[in-house]
């Protein structure tokens, strides 16, 4: 069984997937979606991404998907190292506005579970870097939100400035643009704010 350790918002887990060593090396399960449902997760997973990095200083994001096209995302570092971030951008939520970065490495091998709700963004700390997320739902272009990485009312503190970086990145808009819609979407699981 993973140990899932509570981030300073609850709701964002950060999972470290059971390890089993021998001298030919290790076996680790890295998602049992059985599991993960027993400890009270979204487990329906309908698209895996890769993403690759060729540069330190890759910055990716913030995105998520606007109601009812919510997702939720299981992320985490197979090659490389990422400080990976996720902002609760649920406006009734008590911890609105606030974000959770931790590191992510292909040592250290820990996910970040981000619930529904949440805008996700990771930059690479180092060159070569690949990270695999599973989505619970369907990337939908016209669902598509970007929130800008260095919006003033996150004050997000990356741990490296971005060296490359989309224009789609680059013109994001601010948490105060998209706000408006965000207070019309219903909450997770169907409920209105």
Request: glycine share 6%.
């Amino acid at each position: 069984m993973p140990t899932l350790t509570p981030t300073a918002i609850d709701d964002v887990l950060l999972v470290t997937p059971s390890r089993f060593e021998d001298d030919r090396g290790f076996f680790s399960t890295v998602r049992n979606d059985d599991e993960l449902k027993e400890a009270g997760l979204n487990t329906t997973w309908v698209q895996g991404n890769l993403s690759h990095n060729i540069r330190a200083g890759t910055l990716r994001g913030l995105h998520y998907q606007s109601a009812p096209h919510g997702e939720v995302k299981l992320v985490r570092c197979v090659k490389g190292a990422i400080w990976d971030v996720a902002v609760d951008v649920r406006p009734s939520s008590p911890t609105f506005k606030q974000w959770v970065g931790v590191e992510l490495n292909e040592e250290n091998r820990e996910q970040l579970y981000i619930p529904e709700g949440f805008a996700h963004g990771f930059i690479t700390l180092c060159n070569d870097t690949d990270v695999h997320y599973d989505i619970s739902y369907r990337y939908m272009p016209e669902a598509a939100r970007s929130l800008q990485w260095n919006d003033p009312a996150l004050a997000i503190k990356w741990p490296v400035p971005p060296v490359v970086l989309s224009e789609k990145d680059a013109n994001a808009n601010l948490l105060s643009d998209l706000l408006p819609e965000l207070m019309r979407a219903p909450l997770p699981g169907g409920a209105s704010a």
